[in-house]
């Protein structure tokens, strides 16, 4: 019998140590192993590049917690999305990516992978047939995050499932804003989902790594070759400090998601609000399908300031809480301006974002505090 969400993210990969007993999986802070005999590795561990007991804990909880067949642990949530792509293409071949895509993940397409000879073009994946409409005969991977950052738009995974089907390409979701707590890509239809852990899943914003989890085990294994063959492998202390925030994601999620309700409903009845995006509103787009496919509809809650963006830029300057920075997902509430900060390498092109827009990683802290934080600094 399978277990249920918590239960995984408590106990899978993580059984008690077996010399002592220890619950907690411990640091294997060490860069070798010592060998019974010539060619004969204890538990097939020989050096941490290739294996390491604390990332292999790491690696089977969040392949349980996304239901995947296999799960690798890499130093950062682009090394993970590099890793899978320089395994899943060649020169030639095509994806297509989000037109609001995380400003670091265009960054890759654009000035790394496309000198090596990958095709790219940007289609709004929240219509599955802009989605049809983008792919070419060289699509190897159609590339979707939902909730898309920042603009919080909704993508319909199972219908993109099916138009990577069609098209004989690997659909692969950046689950990172939901996390597997709220949404599940692969029981959708997604052949993989990639995280940056540094986020919700990590929790803490005191690591930064990421993930690749795949359906499918024989793809798992032409990755796992490509995280020893390229290295950006996670080392074991940032995975041990990944494995303690995993433990509290659920309710820390649900957390995020009743602090971002209330900041919602405040921010939607702000006379200096001119728009909100948010999933869970129910004039939101994306609405109806998000209800279909998330458990709650997250922490990240974007809005437009009445101003222009010399008024959104004061807005993110003003707050006490709320911490200006980059970077989500953390305990604490942060603040941002995207069109200057994160999504600053898109200004010009397909991917730039309205100047007049803040967004908010909505923390866990007592909500009142930030709900009269964000009133002030609206003030
Ligand atoms: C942060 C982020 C990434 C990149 O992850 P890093 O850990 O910073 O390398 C990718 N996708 C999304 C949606 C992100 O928020």
């Given at each position: 019998?399978?277990?249920?969400?918590?239960?995984?993210?408590?106990?899978?990969?993580?059984?008690?140590?077996?010399?002592?007993?220890?619950?907690?999986p411990?640091?294997?802070?060490?860069?070798t192993?010592?060998?019974?005999?010539?060619?004969?590795?204890?538990?097939?561990?020989?050096?941490?590049?290739s294996?390491?007991?604390?990332?292999?804990?790491?690696?089977?909880?969040?392949?349980?917690?996304?239901?995947?067949?296999?799960?690798?642990?890499?130093?950062?949530?682009?090394?993970?999305?590099?890793?899978?792509?320089?395994t899943?293409?060649?020169?030639?071949?095509?994806?297509?990516?989000?037109?609001?895509?995380?400003?670091?993940?265009?960054?890759?397409?654009?000035?790394?992978?496309?000198r090596?000879?990958?095709?790219?073009?940007?289609?709004?994946?929240?219509?599955?047939?802009?989605?049809?409409?983008?792919?070419t005969?060289?699509?190897k991977?159609?590339?979707?995050?939902?909730?898309?950052?920042?603009?919080?738009g909704?993508?319909?995974?199972?219908?993109?499932?099916?138009?990577?089907?069609?098209?004989?390409?690997?659909?692969?979701?950046?689950?990172?804003?939901?996390?597997?707590?709220?949404?599940?890509?692969?029981?959708?239809?997604?052949?993989?989902?990639?995280?940056?852990?540094?986020?919700?899943?990590?929790?803490?914003?005191?690591?930064?790594?990421?993930a690749?989890?795949?359906?499918?085990?024989?793809?798992?294994?032409?990755?796992?070759?490509?995280?020893?063959?390229?290295?950006?492998?996670?080392?074991?202390?940032?995975?041990?400090?990944?494995?303690?925030?995993?433990?509290?994601?659920?309710?820390?999620m649900?957390?995020?998601?009743?602090?971002?309700?209330?900041?919602?409903?405040?921010?939607?009845?702000?006379?200096?609000?001119?728009?909100?995006?948010?999933?869970?509103?129910?004039?939101?787009?994306?609405?109806?399908?998000?209800?279909?496919?998330?458990?709650?509809?997250?922490?990240?809650?974007?809005?437009?300031?009445?101003?222009?963006?010399?008024?959104?830029?004061?807005?993110?300057?003003?707050?006490?809480?709320?911490?200006?920075?980059?970077?989500?997902?953390?305990?604490?509430?942060?603040?941002?301006?995207?069109?200057?900060?994160?999504?600053?390498?898109?200004?010009g092109?397909?991917?730039?974002?309205?100047?007049?827009?803040?967004?908010l990683?909505?923390?866990?802290?007592?909500?009142?505090?930030?709900?009269?934080?964000?009133?002030?600094?609206?003030?």
């Open positions: 019998m399978s277990h249920g969400f918590d239960t995984r993210a408590i106990h899978a990969g993580q059984p008690p140590e077996p010399r002592t007993g220890a619950v907690i411990p640091i294997y802070q060490t860069s192993y010592a060998q019974e005999a010539v060619g004969s590795p204890r538990l097939g561990y020989e050096y941490s590049r294996a390491n007991p604390t990332r292999d804990a790491l690696q089977e909880c969040l392949a349980a917690l996304e239901g995947g067949a296999r799960g690798l642990a890499f130093a950062s949530g682009l090394a993970a999305s590099d890793a899978l792509l320089r899943v293409c060649r020169p030639g071949d095509h994806v297509v990516i989000p037109d609001d895509a995380y400003g670091g993940t265009y960054r890759l397409f654009a000035k790394v992978l496309q090596w000879g990958l095709e790219w073009s940007a289609a709004p994946v929240a219509d599955p047939a802009a989605v049809r409409a983008a792919v005969p060289q699509t991977v159609i590339w979707v995050e939902t909730p898309t950052n920042p603009l919080l909704i993508a319909d995974l199972a219908a993109l499932a099916e138009v990577a089907q069609v098209a004989g390409a690997l659909l692969v979701v950046d689950n990172t804003f939901a996390s597997p707590y709220l949404q599940q890509p692969l029981a959708l239809g997604a052949d993989v989902v990639v995280h940056s852990t540094t986020k919700y899943l990590g929790g803490h914003s005191d690591v930064v790594g990421g690749v989890v795949t359906a499918d085990a024989g793809l798992g294994d032409e990755v796992a070759f490509h995280q020893n063959a390229m290295g950006a492998v996670a080392g074991p202390f940032d995975a041990w400090l990944t494995l303690r925030g995993i433990k509290t994601l659920g309710v820390r649900d957390r995020h998601c009743d602090n971002a309700e209330r900041i919602v409903d405040f921010l939607v009845e702000h006379p200096k609000v001119s728009n909100v995006r948010y999933p869970g509103l129910p004039q939101h787009p994306g609405h109806k399908v998000a209800a279909g496919q998330m458990r709650r509809y997250g922490g990240m809650v974007s809005f437009e300031v009445v101003g222009g963006e010399a008024a959104a830029v004061q807005v993110c300057e003003r707050t006490e809480v709320f911490l200006l920075a980059e970077s989500l997902g953390g305990v604490e509430s942060l603040i941002e301006h995207p069109g200057q900060m994160t999504h600053a390498s898109a200004a092109s397909a991917l730039e974002v309205p100047g007049d827009l803040v967004r990683s909505v923390g866990i802290e007592t909500v009142d505090d930030l709900v009269a934080d964000l009133d002030q600094a609206l003030r």
